[in-house]
């Protein structure tokens, strides 16, 4: 008799299992499949470059004297939107102040041989004596 | 002057009213001479690269007193100069008379510390505040 309950309960434990394995993987299916549809793959991005400034040279020889390189801007124009009565929109160009004009940085090498950063014409000349100690 | 420089360069050297000159100094043997060098030989390539070499040598101040020949050269690429351009000038003798030059040029006028500025010919030592170099660049542009 306990042979054939032995038996039984083998059997009863062999069908659950059996049960429960196949639970098991339905419920692995569909957290993967879950998973699969709400992946979001990020786009590749480059990576981050650094970035110099970038300022005109002179050549190493005495530089002849030059202006300094400008950019001149245009007057920027905007838009002024007036609503009168009646919701009649009347809009009207106004000129704004140009931008300061920028100066590019110069670099070059004095007769001696030191090396500066500036405009040759400047009005003032700053020498630095400096040791890097 | 690496914290009041950057003031000066944004408000009298962009705008055109004064140009700065580094003049080497070498008052501490071998690390001033080879620090010097290094920012001789990478400007020997680009007058551009001397700044900024010559920030990151301020910057790394405390370095230089144990740098040997590898790290001068390492920082010389890092800012971009040309490995094999830079050694040549590094192991050669040209930059290193240049350098010594203009050394022997400072102590005939007389500047024997450092650092010293001299501003249209008013001469002052240390390093001072921004607010010093306005008034001085008013007085001087009144002249």
Wanted: hydrophobic share 40%; net charge negative; charged share 20%.
């Amino acid at each position: 008799m306990f042979h054939y309950l032995f038996r039984a309960v083998l059997h009863y434990n062999t069908a659950v299992m059996k049960r429960s394995g196949l639970l098991i993987t339905i419920l692995i299916l569909f957290i993967v499949g879950c998973q699969a549809e709400t992946a979001v793959t990020d786009p590749t991005t480059s990576p981050p470059t650094a970035t110099t400034a970038v300022i005109t040279t002179d050549p190493t020889e005495p530089p002849a004297p030059e202006e300094p390189t400008a950019v001149p801007t245009e007057p920027v124009a905007t838009v002024e939107s007036v609503v009168e009565e009646g919701g009649v929109v009347e809009e009207t160009a106004v000129a704004t102040e140009a931008a300061p004009t920028e100066i590019v940085l110069q670099t070059g090498r004095t007769e001696e041989g030191a090396y500066y950063l500036g405009d040759p014409n400047a009005p003032i000349r700053l020498i630095d004596y400096a040791d890097f100690l | 002057m690496l914290d009041t420089e950057p003031q000066i360069i944004e408000n009298y050297v962009k705008t055109g009213q004064v140009q700065i000159v580094f003049w080497p100094v070498l008052n501490h043997g071998n690390p001033s001479t080879f620090s010097t060098l290094t920012a001789e030989c990478v400007a020997q390539q680009s007058t551009d690269l001397f700044w900024v070499v010559h920030e990151r040598l301020f910057e790394n101040l405390s370095e230089l007193w144990s740098a040997d020949r590898e790290y001068y050269v390492n920082l010389a690429v890092e800012v971009g100069a040309d490995q094999a351009t830079f050694e040549a000038c590094y192991d050669g003798p040209a930059g290193l008379e240049q350098i010594l030059e203009l050394d022997a040029i400072r102590r005939e006028r007389g500047v024997y510390s450092q650092p010293i500025f001299d501003a249209n010919g008013e001469v002052f030592g240390g390093y001072q505040q921004f607010d010093f170099y306005v008034e001085l660049f008013d007085l001087l542009s009144e002249q």
